[in-house]
């Protein structure tokens, strides 16, 4: 399998409890507005992904599923389209990254507009990871 198509695979979603009760209690994070980013370095435990990321846009921010859903869906493109700038960091194989993206803005951002946050994010994320 090629590992630089740009694929978003079930495998580099987040979705182990102990894993996201551990990145919200020890995760460090920043702002690339519209999204908050909160990441946690662990030991790799032979997983497939070496980043693995959750989504969350909050109700309190929109009110509609559908709204809520169109957003979920940008902020996942937007990281499958980028998330070669993390190869780089996480090649060695020994650490995995914990990464989830939180929505704070009141209405639905454009795709270009979370397109510049995604790029600002995995920039900042790359330089203090090294």
């Not at 662990?42 to 009110?63: M, T, Y």
């Not at 980028?82 to 993206?101: M, P």
Request: hydrophobic share 40%; aromatic share 10%.
């Amino acid at each position: 399998m090629d590992d630089n198509r740009a694929t978003l695979p079930k495998s580099e979603r987040l979705s182990w409890k102990r894993h996201v009760d551990t990145l919200f209690a020890h995760g460090s994070s920043f702002v690339a507005y519209p999204l908050r980013i909160i990441y946690f370095p662990i030991k790799n435990d032979h997983r497939e992904a070496n980043v693995s990321i959750l989504i969350h846009v909050p109700k309190k921010k929109l009110k509609h599923a559908v709204d809520r859903n169109f957003v979920k869906r940008r902020i996942r493109e937007n990281y499958r389209l980028r998330k070669h700038a993390l190869d780089n960091v996480f090649t060695d194989g020994g650490q995995s990254l914990l990464l989830a993206f939180l929505y704070l803005d009141g209405k639905p951002s454009t795709f270009a507009t979370l397109g510049r946050a995604m790029e600002k994010a995995l920039k900042t994320l790359c330089e203090r990871l090294k």
